[in-house]
């Protein structure tokens, strides 16, 4: 079992910034991938961006591109995404997903998800 607890959501106004930040815990797991997805109220997941532990090359989706940049700490086994909003970027809640092997065996393992709201 692989915990992920994610933090650093809150209010940001249309345009404004925000980080991100998601740490791994567990025993005897190896990270392959992190990354976050969003889903607004209403919406179907969407794919915010994710990157690969060992090369770290990185996929996004189109929607945040050139606006949000995700990086990691290999020591701390956490994953940041630095959030650059645009005027009519929607509220919502920021998933963090895993792909890790416990004892070998690989799996997928999802956050609790941070709120994020952009309001002026």
């Known amino acids: 079992q692989v915990d992920l607890v994610e933090s650093g959501g809150g209010l940001v106004q249309p345009g404004g910034s925000l980080r991100l930040s998601c740490k791994a815990s567990g025993r005897s797991f190896s990270v392959y991938s992190m990354g976050w997805f969003r889903q607004g109220p209403g919406e179907e997941l969407e794919l915010v961006e994710r990157?690969?532990?060992?090369?770290?090359?990185?996929c996004y989706g189109d929607s945040v591109k050139g606006r949000f940049t995700i990086s990691r700490d290999e020591n701390e086994d956490a994953v940041h995404l630095q959030m650059n909003s645009r005027e009519r970027e929607p509220t919502a809640v920021y998933y963090c997903?895993?792909?890790?092997?416990?004892?070998?065996?690989?799996?997928?393992?999802w956050g609790q998800g941070t709120q994020v709201t952009v309001s002026s």
């Open positions: 997903l895993g792909c890790a092997a416990v004892d070998g065996r690989a799996g997928e393992y």
């Open positions: 990157i690969n532990w060992h090369a770290g090359s990185t």
